[in-house]
């Protein structure tokens, strides 16, 4: 693969040579058996989560709101102790059942906005908290009555950058599909260069689990990428992305060879419950890691406030066609017309 990283490259851009059309690259219709990818699911979900859910970002608790959200239909709210701790539990008041989503925090305790019941994150009044974790880009909180699980005293979290040498941005978009069909779109990497050409040119998978058996190793049970990440024009970012997945809700792309390595694009589904017409919802949070050696770095980190909305925007326009693709695929599941195994 050009620009595997054998050969450090003055510049992280490479010229696109010998292009094709779309229309005439490589089918991957062959290649993407569906036994293999109902197999990576399958070894997925059987993998321990703990019952753990990411909520957010980290750096969207704080301040003098809650952090509200649904998960399977339970309300939770999440926010910041007096020492800056992150703290979480129901989000029904268990006086008379207020929302606790919209009440304020003072000094690190949530203020019931009906009748002034106060929280401190301890248990009180009827309300217990849940456990919570923050591991400096996201938020979980363990539920497990809704996992129903062994517990785990935290998440299974990904190998990362530190974050504080990183830039970081979260992605949250919400789909009516279930948390199968966001992890398997991320575990179908041959749709890559077909359904995103903007995107991704040159994609070609080199690596992937060996029949429907795989292993239950999530790094061994991976699938290995070599794509070219599109600039403008005929300029792009060739690398070696590795897929894994370390637990049911979760699958995150290592970037391995290239510019860029060690960075990671994590994807989270997490349920949220189901809408007035009783489809299930599904919301999409995916954080991006970027980490590089390269000397500029250092001024895109300091530029993040500005970068930031620029990542979201291009994780949006991704997950814009991939919400797509894992509402049809519930679409047709819960219809029995799905034809993949």
């Not at 321990?48 to 709210?77: C, F, H, I, K």
């Not at 800056?84 to 008041?93: F, K, L, N, T």
């Not at 009555?145 to 949250?172: F, I, M, N, Q, S």
């Not at 809700?249 to 990671?264: D, K, L, N, W």
Request: include cysteine; charge should be positive; glycine fraction near 12%.
């Amino acid at each position: 693969m050009a620009g595997n990283g054998r050969r450090r490259r003055r510049l992280p851009l490479s010229l696109r040579r010998g292009a094709v059309a779309w229309e005439r690259q490589h089918p991957t219709w062959r290649d993407a058996r569906p036994a293999v990818i109902a197999g990576a699911l399958k070894r997925a979900q059987a993998r321990p989560s703990g019952n753990w859910y990411v909520v957010g970002a980290s750096r969207d608790v704080g301040g003098d709101r809650p952090l509200g959200r649904t998960v399977a239909g339970q309300e939770v709210v999440v926010w910041r102790d007096g020492g800056g701790g992150v703290v979480a539990g129901p989000g029904i008041c268990p006086h008379l059942g207020a929302p606790l989503r919209d009440s304020p925090v003072r000094c690190g305790t949530l203020v019931c906005h009906w009748h002034g019941l106060s929280l401190d994150g301890g248990p009180f009044a009827g309300w217990d908290p849940f456990p919570a974790y923050d591991d400096g880009v996201l938020v979980w909180v363990r539920l497990d009555a809704v996992g129903g699980e062994e517990p785990l005293d935290a998440p299974v979290v990904p190998r990362r950058p530190v974050p504080a040498r990183a830039l970081t941005a979260v992605y949250a978009g919400v789909g009516v599909c279930e948390p199968e069909d966001v992890v398997v779109n991320r575990l179908d990497p041959w749709h890559g260069a077909w359904f995103h050409p903007y995107s991704f040119v040159d994609l070609t998978v080199a690596d992937a689990p060996d029949g429907p058996e795989g292993s239950g190793d999530p790094d061994e049970d991976a699938f290995a990428v070599d794509v070219s990440f599109k600039v403008a024009g005929r300029l792009v970012v060739p690398v070696r992305a590795v897929f894994t997945a370390p637990e049911p809700r979760t699958v995150v792309m290592h970037i391995t060879e290239g510019e860029g390595v060690g960075s990671v694009v994590e994807t989270h589904a997490t349920p949220l419950g189901r809408d007035a017409s009783g489809r299930p919802r599904t919301a999409v949070i995916e954080a991006v890691v970027a980490a590089s050696d390269r000397r500029g770095f250092a001024l895109a980190r300091a530029a993040a406030p500005l970068l930031r909305p620029l990542v979201r925007t291009a994780s949006a326009r991704l997950w814009r066609d991939d919400l797509a693709y894992a509402e049809r695929r519930w679409t047709l599941r819960s219809t029995g017309r799905f034809p993949g195994a």
